[in-house]
Antibody, heavy 122, light 107 residues
Framework: QVQLVESGGGVVQPGRSLRLSCAAS????????MHWVRQAPGKGLEWVVS????????YYADSVKGRFTISRDNSKNTLDLQMNSLRVEDMAVYYC???????????????WGQGTTVTVSS | DIQLTQSPSFLSASIGDRVTITCRAS??????LAWYQQKPGKAPNLLIY???TLQSGVPSRFSGSGSGTDFTLTMSSLQPEDFATYYC?????????FGQGTRLEIK
């Protein structure tokens, strides 16, 4: 069964770091582009970052550029999001999602994880 | 950034109704648009990609159309499980923006 499972969320103080992970099963991660999307409490969806099948192309939202880093280990079927210098406005449920396509142009996110919650509070 | 504006933001409808949601882009995006359904506490679910291609496993009562700047998502006959929030997303230019969402509730 095709599945994504996120982990690593938690409560963190502003300015600190957190690393999210996403484990893929039921499909070959190396065959698809991947994304992270977040949703602040009571708000809509916000695209955060995309990475191509081989990790050679990465694109970040301006709101996280320079603070977040996406990476993938296709041999382990995992996707990571390193989040540094966290801000209160980064507080959200973070979803990893698989794209239909291998690399840009992307078409849409057809498999999503259940989400992991990041709370940024002092 | 490309802005996506969905209308309406809130919609009240009855079982069996035909419903249309519109998504307007601030500039042309060809057919690089996806539609998602999200239920409370759950991850989004892809309904339509490339503006009009029905994702595998999605009921045929869902359909999408449009290109350029104007797009629509239509549900031909609402079922109880369709009451949710719907989002459009453009995937032509970074950042891959989402619309603000349309909340569909039972009348």
């Amino acid at each position: 069964q095709v599945q994504l499972v996120e982990s690593g969320g938690g409560v963190v103080q502003p300015g600190r770091s957190l690393r999210l992970s996403c484990a893929a099963s039921g499909f070959t991660l190396s065959s698809y582009g991947m994304h992270w999307v977040r949703q602040a409490p009571g708000k809509g969806l916000e695209w955060v970052v995309s990475i191509s099948y081989d990790g050679s192309n990465k694109y970040y939202a301006d709101s996280v550029k320079g603070r977040f880093t996406i990476s993938r280990d296709n041999s382990k079927n995992t996707l990571d999001l390193q989040m540094n210098s966290l801000r209160v406005e980064d507080m959200a449920v973070y979803y990893c999602a698989k794209d239909i396509a291998v690399s840009p142009p992307y078409y849409g996110m057809d498999v999503w994880g259940q989400g992991t919650t990041v709370t940024v509070s002092s | 950034d490309i802005q996506l504006t969905q209308s309406p933001s809130f919609l009240s409808a009855s079982i069996g109704d035909r419903v249309t949601i519109t998504c307007r882009a601030s500039q042309g995006i060809s057919s690089s648009l996806a539609w998602y359904q999200q239920k409370p506490g759950k991850a989004p679910n892809l309904l339509i990609y490339a503006a009009s291609t029905l994702q595998s496993g999605v009921p045929s009562r869902f359909s999408g159309s449009g290109s350029g700047t104007d797009f629509t998502l239509t549900m031909s006959s609402l079922q109880p499980e369709d009451f949710a929030t719907y989002y459009c997303q453009q995937l032509t230019t970074y950042p891959y923006t989402f619309g603000q969402g349309t909340r569909l509730e039972i009348k």
